[in-house]
């Protein structure tokens, strides 16, 4: 499953780190030159109910492994796409590909690992998923100052197809499943049972709020960046990408705590974490700029290992759809605010930017606030 979430994150963000060289490519600005990243979210959030109801009936395990060699070979096509409008549609099936991974993978992991142990599983994979995120950034990154942003997509897509080939050959036929669902009519019926817990959709909004502002933040921090007055290069800037190592720290830090002291708790510190980081950004010096980077990564991996688990554990028996409704929220908001925010940045520059991601995160401390005590947190 580590491997899973290193090709899937690696891939799904690989044009992150490279926007300000494909924007100068096809010409365009900031905000259009992120929809490359928006382009495969967005995508993604949309696939991922039908592709959790298609995993439930057919296979977690079948599903997972075709959609991450599918999300592979688009990555070569999005490489070698001619037009903006080409790359954006590659782009955007990658996103379709990656989302049967992403849709089951949690619900997977909560149906074959001890309920005592989940919360320290899934940040252990959520620990993936940044080494995923470091890998789709600082190998594009690092490529594009000596060639082109095509070759570095391209080796990524090579790195992610061996993550994927150890994925498929190494991971064990499921021994369970906690699902009750089979058909069209049943997998409808276990949404509408989600939708009607509150405390289920406050985390699904807590993951569209988080997703959205960390997103943005990485997406307009490369931009600033390589402007004035700091002028740095690509290179140096996709080092920083570093920062997601925090979040490999404090995904299985959060989740043993919360197995121990609670969810709610943890959730609310990763959130105070994240904002403290923040604020360290503001200053135009690279040190503050590193040191907050790092520790708003560690704090928002922090809430969403916590959070994660939490929805895991408040659905037995609709683990599929209720971790597709997450993740459904969580990459909407990372396609939203991941190009809204862009606009802030267009009127204000960096200040504006943070002042709306710090909003994003304040909003969804209220929002873990209201969740009902007792529930498993």
Do not use: K
Not at 10 to 36: K, R
Not at 72 to 100: D, I, K, N
Not at 250 to 261: E, H
Not at 272 to 282: D, E, N, R, W, Y
């Amino acid at each position: 499953m580590l491997f899973a979430a290193l090709a899937a994150f690696g891939l799904l963000y690989s044009t992150q780190a490279l926007l300000p060289a494909i924007g100068a490519d096809f010409g365009v600005g900031p905000t259009a030159a992120s929809l490359t990243v928006s382009a495969a979210t967005g995508a993604l959030a949309l696939a991922i109910l039908p592709l959790s109801s298609l995993a439930e009936s057919v296979g977690r395990v079948a599903v997972m492994r075709a959609g991450l060699l599918v999300a592979c070979l688009f990555t070569f096509v999005a490489a070698a796409a001619p037009y903006f409008w080409m790359l954006l549609l590659s782009r955007g099936l990658v996103g379709v590909a990656l989302a049967a991974v992403v849709a089951v993978a949690v619900a997977h992991l909560g149906d074959e690992v001890h309920p005592a142990e989940l919360g320290t599983a899934i940040g252990v994979y959520v620990a993936g998923n940044t080494l995923g995120g470091i890998s789709g950034r600082l190998i594009p990154g690092l490529v594009e100052e000596s060639s082109s942003w095509r070759a570095a997509i391209g080796l990524l897509g090579v790195v992610a197809l061996l993550a994927a080939l150890a994925f498929t050959r190494l991971l064990p036929a499921a021994r369970r499943t906690s699902t009750t669902s089979a058909g069209p009519r049943d997998h409808v019926g276990a949404l509408r049972e989600l939708v009607r817990d509150r405390d289920i959709l406050r985390l699904c909004l807590l993951a569209f709020l988080l997703m959205g502002g960390f997103v943005a933040c990485y997406n307009y921090l490369t931009f600033r960046l390589e402007a004035a007055p700091l002028g740095m290069s690509t290179t140096v800037t996709s080092l920083l990408f570093l920062a997601y190592l925090a979040g490999t720290v404090s995904s299985p830090l959060a989740g043993r705590l919360s197995d121990r002291f609670g969810r709610r708790r943890l959730a609310l510190a990763g959130i105070v974490v994240s904002l403290a980081g923040l604020a360290l950004t503001l200053p135009d010096h690279l040190a503050s700029i590193t040191a907050g980077l790092l520790v708003f990564t560690a704090g928002f991996f922090a809430t969403h290992s916590v959070a994660s688990s939490w929805v895991s554990s408040l659905a037995a028996g609709r683990r599929g759809q209720a971790a597709a409704m997450y993740l459904l929220a969580y990459y909407l908001g990372s396609s939203a605010f991941g190009a809204l925010i862009g606009l802030a940045y267009q009127y204000d520059g960096w200040p504006a930017a943070a002042a709306s991601i710090g909003t994003l995160f304040v909003l969804g401390g209220l929002t873990v606030l209201g969740i009902r005590p007792g529930r498993r947190a």
